[in-house]
């Protein structure tokens, strides 16, 4: 008998293995079948290395205990609850934006219970989903008229396709970005089936580049905010005031690509340069696309707003069914809007995260501080104290502008360091993603609740 042989025959038989206790303890997460069907995966993988001569001994114990990780793993939720330490407040990695305890509410609500999505109450007849939201953007940004899809990246598109198929739109070479997971303008402006004409250079887009471009078949001058893309040091663009006067004088429509949009003016916070949404409408922008779970502080989706006749066109257009947004989705974002309406935004927790007090940070993170010492005192070579960070909006808004705050710089000992640290927070039951700063470990408090808070302190106790 070969050798390969003689490790496949001691290889445990599926029925040995799942009536083994600690397996069929996995039954109540998993399910039988899925854990046998795991089992079975790791097996045939153990054969597969016998047989090419990768693995050249078997060990029982250690196949029980990749079975019992393999299991483990796929027990827990995927998309689980993380503490943001990072000082990123609209964090694209951890969710966006955190919803307000009303939103949370009304889809709470909407999933239970059923609603009137798409049902007028007052006629008896069917209604339309986006009646819901419509008035209160209108109020909010002086709009005529309003509409959401599931993104931004939706909202550009039906546009482009409704506004501008099979005809040309101008944009500035400047604005050709990419961002995201690929979302590249330029694509999305060839499958809209508009064709795209650029003008100006890179750095520098005068009134006249577009006033040359446009000819007979031009349907709409399209304006893209960079996101977190800068050119530094020679650079211009034309006036939003200016572009609209132009398009209007010769029958164009102008649209503008926001990207994370928002109602109100942070400039007393020290984020400036940016337009609300609003200030677009009143500069003749004809119709605005923006998300909503960024800035604004509510769940995903993609805001137009604009001219009534101009939103009517995208209504009626076939690829609004393919992107509509969901019951949930609406009512955390008609919640998330009254708060605007009711001048209730500090509820809002990106924008509460913003407005913090510097003075307010400063004693969560002394609070914090003094917590971790208290549980680090008995322990050699470790070293906490509260310092001065730079927090970011994120989100792709305001990327030249930082936020003072403070965070709590942790020093391991000599024997593990800060990344090491990092690593093993990130495995914790409730994962703490933080930065690091040389050899030390950093916690933003900006986006660190008091709830997220004790919860660190609780996990770290039992961590060292």
């Known amino acids: 008998m070969s050798e390969a042989s003689k490790l496949l025959r001691n290889i445990p038989s599926m029925d040995r293995i ?4 600690w397996v069929q303890s996995y039954y109540a997460a998993l399910g039988r079948r899925a854990v046998k069907s795991l089992i079975e995966e790791i097996l045939t993988s153990c054969r597969e290395d016998i047989l090419s001569g990768n693995r050249k001994e078997l060990d029982v114990e250690v196949l029980m205990n990749e079975i019992k990780d393999v299991l483990e793993e796929k027990s827990k939720q995927s998309l689980r609850r993380v503490i943001n330490a990072t000082g990123v407040i609209v964090h694209t990695n951890l969710g966006r934006s955190c919803l307000a305890e009303e939103a949370i509410e009304a889809v709470s609500e909407a999933s239970r219970y059923y609603s009137n999505l798409e049902y007028d109450l007052e006629a008896g007849r069917r209604g339309h989903r986006y009646d819901h939201v419509e008035w209160l953007l209108c109020q909010l940004t002086g709009a005529e008229a309003a509409l959401v899809v599931n993104n931004n990246a939706s909202a550009v598109l039906l546009c482009l396709a409704a506004l501008a198929a099979n005809g040309e739109a101008i944009i500035s070479r400047g604005e050709l970005i990419e961002i995201g997971e690929s979302f590249r303008i330029p694509d999305i402006m060839a499958f809209s089936g508009a064709k795209m004409v650029e003008v100006g250079t890179t750095n520098r887009t005068h009134l006249y580049d577009y006033e040359r471009a446009i000819t007979e078949n031009t349907k709409i001058i399209l304006k893209v905010h960079p996101s977190n893309y800068r050119i530094v040091g020679f650079h211009s663009q034309v006036e939003r005031k200016d572009l609209t006067n132009l398009a209007h004088s010769r029958g164009l429509l102008v649209m503008e690509d926001l990207g994370s949009g928002f109602l109100v003016d942070l400039s007393s916070y020290g984020l400036r340069g940016e337009p609300t949404i609003g200030q677009c409408i009143e500069d003749g922008v004809d119709v605005v696309t923006f998300s909503g779970d960024k800035l604004l502080g509510g769940p ?20 609004l069914r393919a992107v509509r947004v969901d019951k949930m989705t609406l009512a955390a974002l008609e919640s998330t809007l009254r708060l605007y309406l009711r001048e209730d935004i500090a509820k809002i927790p990106t924008i ?20 971790l010492k208290e549980l680090l005192s008995e322990k050699k070579g470790w070293l906490v104290e509260t ?25 391991p000992p000599r024997d593990m360091s800060a990344s090491t640290l990092v690593s093993q927070l ?8 933080a930065n690091v700063d040389q050899d030390k470990l950093i916690f933003h408090v900006r986006t660190m609740s008091a709830e997220d808070c004790q919860i660190l302190i609780s996990q770290m106790g039992r961590m060292v």
């Open 18 to 21: 799942l009536s083994l206790e």
């Open 300 to 319: 995903q989706i993609g805001g137009i707003v604009g001219k009534k006749d101009i939103v009517s066109k995208l209504k009626r257009h076939p690829l």
């Open 352 to 371: 509460r995260m913003i407005m913090t007090d510097i003075e307010d940070l400063q004693r969560k993170a002394a609070g914090l501080a003094n917590s």
């Open 387 to 411: 310092v001065k960070v730079k927090d970011v909006v994120g989100g792709g808004a305001f990327p030249d502008d930082e936020l003072d705050g403070f965070g709590v710089a942790i020093r």
């Open 426 to 433: 990130r495995d914790l039951e409730t994962p703490v993603v």
